[in-house]
């Protein structure tokens, strides 16, 4: 089982990727990969939404 700290590393790498994909997205011209590329970056940040619960789930219990 993953302690809080690496939840927050996770949280943190991913908190860049999410980022760099709305980075990304907003270079691009066409407007589908525009589309797919924060459609991407949302799911992302999904994810980090639950890892921020299992962590305070962890420091909480």
Known sequence: MLNPAQIQEC???CTQSAHDLRTTANTL????????ASLGAARVEMCINACVEA???LTKG
Do not use: G, N, P
Not at 29 to 36: D, F, G, K, P
């Open 55 to 57: 962590k305070t789930i």
């Open 11 to 13: 949280i943190d790498s």
């Open 29 to 36: 011209l066409c407007a589908m990969e525009r589309q797919t």
